[in-house]
């Protein structure tokens, strides 16, 4: 579903670290936290921008943690009591409210993307890639999240991991491949 034309989007990304607890080392963080992460943001919500509502600009976060952070919001809010690879918790939720944002100077936040390091790091050594890329798999799988996309089922899940893959090419990354 590739736009015909991109219009830019401004995106106002506020990029968080929490490793309270974490064995992550820092210089791996350090190195994640030099990526490109806003303009990668911008370019995958001008290309998601049939899935935005309409809006002078838009604002996200992205947190990194470890697995003790994430379990304990994973237990918060989905009562599931352990680590997770990706949260997302969206701003909206269901069809969009017809807002008056595009007059307004605040952006429009979209939520927040919590991503845990260790199971990142885990799951890229499982599956041979680096953690850099599954950390950029899991934020683009969690931005899809904050626009409305689910996986309730096999079809949708396959549906939204391939936008995922799209997502990744858009920036110039391989996406992994899984067996």
Request: net charge negative; charged share 20%; proline share 6%.
């Amino acid at each position: 579903m590739a736009p015909t034309s991109v219009n830019k989007i401004a995106v106002e990304l506020s990029l968080q670290t929490d490793l309270t607890g974490s064995a992550m080392a820092s210089s791996g963080v350090e190195e994640l936290l030099t990526n490109p992460w806003q303009g990668w943001c911008q370019r995958w919500l001008e290309y998601l921008a049939d899935c935005l509502p309409p809006a002078s600009s838009y604002e996200l976060t992205l947190l990194f943690t470890g697995d003790r952070r994430i379990q304990e919001l994973n237990r918060k809010f989905r009562h599931q009591d352990k680590p997770t690879d990706v949260l997302a918790f969206a701003a909206l939720e269901g069809d969009f409210p017809l807002i008056e944002s595009e007059e307004t100077e605040e952006p429009l936040y979209l939520g927040d993307i919590v991503i845990s390091l260790e199971r990142a790091d885990h799951q890229a050594r499982e599956r041979g890639h680096s953690a850099k890329l599954e950390v950029v798999w899991l934020t683009a799988h969690g931005l899809l999240h904050l626009l409305g996309w689910d996986h309730p089922d096999e079809a949708s899940l396959t549906t939204m991991l391939s936008e995922q893959s799209h997502l990744l090419t858009l920036i110039g990354q391989n996406p992994p491949l899984f067996t």
